[in-house]
């Protein structure tokens, strides 16, 4: 098991309401730097293919005319305005000027007035189209429409947080699209969802407004109460000593909670705005469609608001692949028919449920009213252990009629990506049915495809070199040092160096193992103790510290010992310039540790967003004229790449040791929380500050490196830069 002064660093979510009802990215998180991209020629072909008669060549030439120089006017305004803006934005840390209400204002103002360019960029092409394209008004409105709720959602959502699964503005349009109606049913289902683009683009653009002005929104309303987060905090520190200073915390706190809903209830009444959008156009359509279509558009809408969470997808997961399965539809396991049945039942009186009490509280915060329980919790209470119950009965059943390994394959389905899960099912449900069931599926189901796996825990290993300690160079990572400085692959004296390598690792790492599982011990003890005896677990985390470094040390000797045994083989001087290219490889690795198991990327994000190496890349180049002309260009580079590398590796060592003393010292002080609650404290902020220098000038050096290489060839360098950017936003 983590010792439990690691434990505080690592995984921990929470759904929020909005999400929920909105089906939007939650949070107070600036969007002063997310603006929309242009109109594509993507979103024009999806408004042209609801046409009746489709767009002739000669009206797709003259919309691609228009588009055109729509393009380069919205070209010139990126240029003129929103890089400008997004260069501004980023050029500070966010920690540094979100408290300040003067700078929050003029980011606000600045966004609104990029975006009201762009807003204008839009209008101007949409008029252009609609006096080009005056008998097909229709078309112009689902463009103009789909516009404004696409130009929304982009704020709304944020910046992509890079995995694959951040919420989206819950959109009914494509739940409809996914219905396949025929001519007749989308001709009837039209106006309702013509009214219904209108009426949610309008509601996204209050919810997108209210989403920049939230942290000045939230900021004022604390300032006007005369009460802060921090006050609150410094108040429960002391609220044990007398009645008057219990009294104090909560006549604070109740202040703190009733300003934040007053900061809030801006933002509360969009999400209510887009939240009755989608309830006045989901009771159009239902009313416009066949009784079949309009019962999936209502399951639809209901199971997208609740997609992001794990639970509730994962058990609708597991009624779609056994609702699929062979046996239970030809009949042949009809008590899992029949569970199937009642667990989906249970489920979705659950879900609805948790809608309407969401919606309540929603309401509540609308009003800026504090939520009150009116037994809806243990209602939904009720509900949830029926399902619970419903489900282990549909467990039952199937374990006792179907025996292929289904249930198995659902157990692990969260450490799978969709395709990997597609393949599994295919020879049990067929390739059509496997398709359809994991299409359907909620994007927390799987692993995202752009997500690194996480390793295993091996409980016989020390957490360091799991977890602080980069591994030794494996086969691979040597033969690409090895040609760093000039050997064959196939060399056979090269491989007997190999073989002593690892035999002299082997036993570094069995001594280092051991040593450090003493440390850690040690560690762990005065972590116990930390509260009594901080001094003792500062002392203990330094040492422990030292140990790292010493043992990474030892890890580049053995490794530089080698590169020096390969050198001789190939009779290369040890003062050949080659070797600062291998060092920087051992560099590279020795820094790229499993940053992402802590999963705090506002701590230790800019070391996994910097964890590349441009040498290795380039040594990996098949072609030996590019390779070498390219390692020739990195080796003005190398020592600068290694330095940037060490630093990295240093300050997240470091970060995580002062992160955790800062937990204790807390903890003393009485200030208990999430290490996420610590955020925005003066000396965490410190800490965050230099991780992301560290990060920022490794970047840096990474992205001059491949530079010199597209100054040379620039097909090369764009391949070694989609290369990079694979490896530093997975």
Known sequence: MRPNWLLALLFSTALAVTVLLAGCGS??????????????????????????????????????????????????????????????????????????????????????????????????????????????????????????????????????????????????????????????????????????????????????????????????????????????????????????????????????????????RPIARAFSQVDEANRRGLAAMIAALPPESAARLTADDERRRTSTDPYIEGGRFMLDVYARHPLVRSGRASQTRNAVEDARNALASVVRLRIQNERTRLSAADRGEAPTDDGSKARLDAEQTKAVAAFKKLRAAAEGEIDDGTQELLDKSIGTTSDEMRELLTPMLGAGNADRVVRAAGRGIFRSSRERSEVPWNTDHSIAEQLLLAPGMDHEAFHLAARAVGAKDDDPLVEQIWDRHQARVDALLVRQREQMRVLEAKSSEAANRATEDPTGFERSLGEYLQSLLAADGERRQADDETFREVAIAIGLSEDDARFVLARAVSASRRASLPWQRFRQAWLLGPLWESDADPISAALMIDNEVERNAALVLLTAHAERLKTSADEARRVGLEALRDFLLFGVRAKRDGKDGSPESFRNAPEVRGIVTRVHQAGKARRQSQRDAIASIAAMDQALGDRLTAAWLNATFP
């Open 27 to 264: 949070g107070a998180n600036p969007r002063f730097d997310a603006l929309p991209g242009p109109i594509s020629t993507l979103d024009l072909a999806i408004a042209a293919a609801d046409e009746a008669a489709p767009l002739s060549a000669d009206e797709w030439a003259s919309l691609e005319s228009m588009h055109d120089h729509y393009l380069t006017d919205f070209d010139r305004l990126r240029v003129e305005a929103i890089a400008p803006l997004v260069r501004e934005v980023r050029a500070r840390e966010e920690s540094e000027w979100v408290g300040d209400l003067e700078t929050l204002g003029r980011f606000s103002r600045k966004h609104a007035v990029v975006l009201g360019r762009i807003k204008a960029l839009d209008d101007r092409f949409t008029a252009d189209v609609s006096e080009a394209f005056h008998t097909r008004a229709s078309f112009v409105d689902r463009v103009a429409s789909r516009r404004g709720i696409d130009r929304s959602a982009r704020i709304i959502q944020g910046l992509s947080n890079g995995d694959d699964r951040t919420p989206t503005l819950l959109d009914l349009e494509p739940s409809v699209r996914a219905l396949g109606l025929n001519a007749a049913e989308q001709a009837a289902v039209e106006p309702a969802l013509a009214e219904y683009r209108r009426d949610l683009a309008r509601a996204a653009e209050q919810l997108a407004s209210a989403q920049v002005a939230l942290p000045a929104s939230k900021l004022a309303a604390l300032k006007s109460a005369g009460v802060s987060a921090e006050t609150v905090k410094q108040l429960a520190a002391h609220a044990k000593e007398s009645d008057a200073a219990r009294d104090a915390h909560t006549q604070a706190a109740e202040a703190l909670s009733a300003a934040e809903r007053v900061g809030m």
